[in-house]
Structures are given as structure tokens and as C-alpha cells.
């Protein structure tokens, strides 16, 4: 049985998820998460807030990132008590430090570094290659879920930084970013309290639905914009919520409006009567979970964990499987989901031997 590791961190910038699967891509053998240092994630909030920076420092986060993601293989390698020897590849997604859809998406994480400092063929820069097919570069992870769905109809919904959600119907799949999920909440607390995240949404909790803000941050035109679409916390920022803040809001009373604009924005997008898997960091938000299901009380709202794969990991999986797919010459991005020409092979492969490309 062949074995991958998948990496990922997403928008939330907390650190590395981190996951060893067998070949199948449903069963994980292992599973962990490395929180960044504080340092780099305090350069990793400024550099995608105000996407300025000097090349050199660019370069040296580039590196730390890659450091980090090494150090989660071997964490993962030695919970697992497993070798290098025994992992066919790692697919590391990186970390996205600017998106935009259709035209740019740059992830660090310096595969080759990675390779190098684990001895195990690394595939690495999965999105650019859909995005040169004209295609978003987001979200990659639909053909992931349906592959988790196996043959059953569902819809997946990813909480992180970013909320997007995946249908899967009838062999058919569409999927695109609803919106914000946590970047908004986070960044709010910690503008207003100091703190990382509300957590359970307690402060959310403590706060009221300002109707007059809510509505001002739903005509946005990306939340009625047609898929496919894909956004990133380069436009879901402080500066994007201050032009509908009119400075005299309680602060609890935001943090309760940006919960109820993730709540909104997402249940606008989920069928009704639907069987839907929740995952991403934003389950562990209570209060955020209880509003999704009222909100979507028509519908059986669960979590992923009832498919085989916990909330936490189902990013990191999908890159594991991905790698698999690239190494075998199969194609991982869906032209119904980023909008690209056609199916395209993703991913560029560092191996610090010249083998041959894995026949799977």
C-alpha cells in the first residue's frame, strides 16, 4: 500500500495541517497540526494585509514557511512510526499570500526546500497551472469531496479563513468560495480584543445583528456574482469592512453581524432539504455551527467526520490525494468548478534523485 502526506495551511494563517493517507485517499493513517511561530505568523498577517514587502523578506518567509511544512513530516512520520521510505510523495498546498482570482495566485512554501529537507518527492504550486488555463486557481478541493462522497449526493462546506462549498449531485459538481468564513472574525477580535479568534463565539454571542451593517455587506457584488469565483482575504479585510462601518457600532455588535454575514452568505448557497458535511476550523465557532443549522434547519447539517475524515484535516487530505493524482498523470482541477478550458494536470514535482515519475 502506497502512502502520501498532504500539507496545507489555509487562510487563517494558524499554522500547518498535516495528515499521512494510504492510497485510496479516504483512510488517514495519522494526523497532526504545527502552529506557526509567532513571528512568522505575525509576517504571514502582515504581508497578506498589506501585500508590501521587500523581496529579501519575501524570500526569507518563503523559506520559514517551507521549514515549518518539514518539520510537520517529520512530526507526522514519527507519530505514524514510519520512514521516508514509505511515503511515495507529499502534496503541500503552501501558503497563499495573495489570490486573485483568473489572474494571479501565488502560494509559498518552497517545495524544493521541502524535498530536500525530508528526502521525499515533494509537488507543490497546484493552482497556477489552472489558473494559466483561464481558470480561478480555487477552489480545488470539489473533486476531493466528491471522491469523499463516493458515489453519494451531498454538499461539503469548508470554514476556514475563506467559506466554500462544494455540490455534488448526480455525478455532477460545482463549487466556488460563498465568502468570508473566519478571516473577518478574526481579524476583528483581534483588532478590538487582541486575542487570534472569538473562541466558541462567545464574544459573537454576547453582541446583537446590526440589520443596517448586515445589509450593507450583502450588496457586495461578489455575493451575487455567478461562479465560477474565488476570493481570499485580500479583498475580505479590516479596509473592506470599514467602508461599511459608520464608526459608532458597539464593537460585540460587529463581531455578531460577521458571524450572521459568513451564516447568510453560506445558507444562500446550500439547496434545500440537502445532506451537508461541515469541516474547516470555523466548526469549532459553537455559536457559528448552531446558526448554520437553524439557519438551514430543512436540511441535515453534520460534519465531515461521518465520511471517514475529520473537520480539521479535510484540506490537508485533498492535497495528499492530489500529489497521487499528479505523480499517476491524472488531472486534479474541475473546469466546472474554476472555469478553466479543460482538466489539466497540477502541481510542479521536486525529487532530489532523478527517478522516474511513480507509476501508480
Request: one cysteine or more; glycine letters at 10%; proline letters at 4%.
Amino acid at each position: 500500500m502506497a502512502n502520501y502526506i498532504g500539507l496545507m495551511s489555509g487562510t487563517s494563517l494558524d499554522g500547518v495541517d498535516g495528515v499521512i493517507i494510504n492510497e485510496t485517499g479516504r483512510k488517514i493513517l495519522t494526523q497532526a497540526y504545527l502552529p506557526y511561530p509567532d513571528k512568522l505568523r505575525q509576517s504571514l498577517l502582515k504581508l497578506t494585509q498589506n501585500s508590501k514587502t521587500s523581496l529579501e523578506n519575501l524570500a526569507n518567509i518563503n523559506i520559514q514557511v517551507a521549514s515549518c511544512f518539514a518539520d510537520m513530516v517529520n512530526l507526522l512520520l514519527q507519530q505514524a512510526k514510519l520512514s521516508a521510505e514509505n511515503i511515495k510523495a507529499i502534496g503541500s498546498h503552501g501558503q497563499t499570500i495573495y489570490h486573485q482570482g483568473g489572474k494571479y495566485s501565488m502560494q509559498i512554501g518552497h517545495g524544493a526546500l521541502i524535498a530536500e529537507q525530508t528526502g521525499i518527492t515533494t509537488v507543490a504550486d497546484f493552482r497556477m497551472q489552472d489558473v494559466a488555463a483561464g481558470g480561478q486557481g480555487a477552489p480545488l478541493t470539489p473533486l476531493y469531496h466528491q471522491h469523499m462522497l463516493n458515489g453519494k449526493d451531498g454538499v461539503i462546506i469548508n470554514l476556514g479563513g475563506i467559506a466554500n462549498i462544494t455540490h455534488s449531485f448526480n455525478g455532477k459538481v460545482i463549487g466556488f468560495d460563498t465568502g468570508p468564513a473566519n478571516t473577518l472574525l478574526d481579524n476583528w477580535i483581534k483588532k478590538s480584543k487582541g486575542l487570534d479568534y472569538d473562541k466558541e463565539g462567545i464574544w459573537s454571542r454576547s453582541g446583537l445583528v446590526n440589520q443596517t451593517l448586515l445589509n450593507s455587506m450583502l450588496v457586495d457584488d461578489y455575493f451575487t456574482k455567478k461562479p465560477p469565483k474565488s476570493t481570499g482575504p485580500e479583498y475580505f479585510n479590516l479596509d473592506w469592512l470599514s467602508q461599511h462601518l459608520n464608526g459608532t457600532e458597539p464593537l460585540e455588535d460587529v463581531q455578531r453581524t460577521l458571524l450572521e454575514l459568513t451564516v447568510m452568505s453560506v445558507s444562500a448557497n446550500i439547496p434545500t432539504g440537502a445532506d451537508v458535511y461541515l469541516c474547516g476550523g470555523g466548526v469549532h465557532n459553537l455559536f457559528l455551527f448552531e446558526r448554520l443549522v437553524y439557519q438551514n434547519s430543512d436540511s441535515k447539517v453534520i460534519l465531515t467526520n461521518d465520511l471517514g475524515v475529520f473537520v480539521d484535516y479535510v484540506e490537508a487530505a485533498a492535497f495528499g490525494f492530489f500529489a497521487q493524482r499528479t505523480l499517476a498523470g491524472l488531472p486534479s482541477n474541475l473546469p466546472s468548478v474554476t472555469g478553466a478550458k479543460s482538466k489539466r494536470l497540477l502541481g510542479a514535482i521536486y525529487q532530489i534523485s532523478p527517478k522516474t515519475i511513480i507509476k501508480i
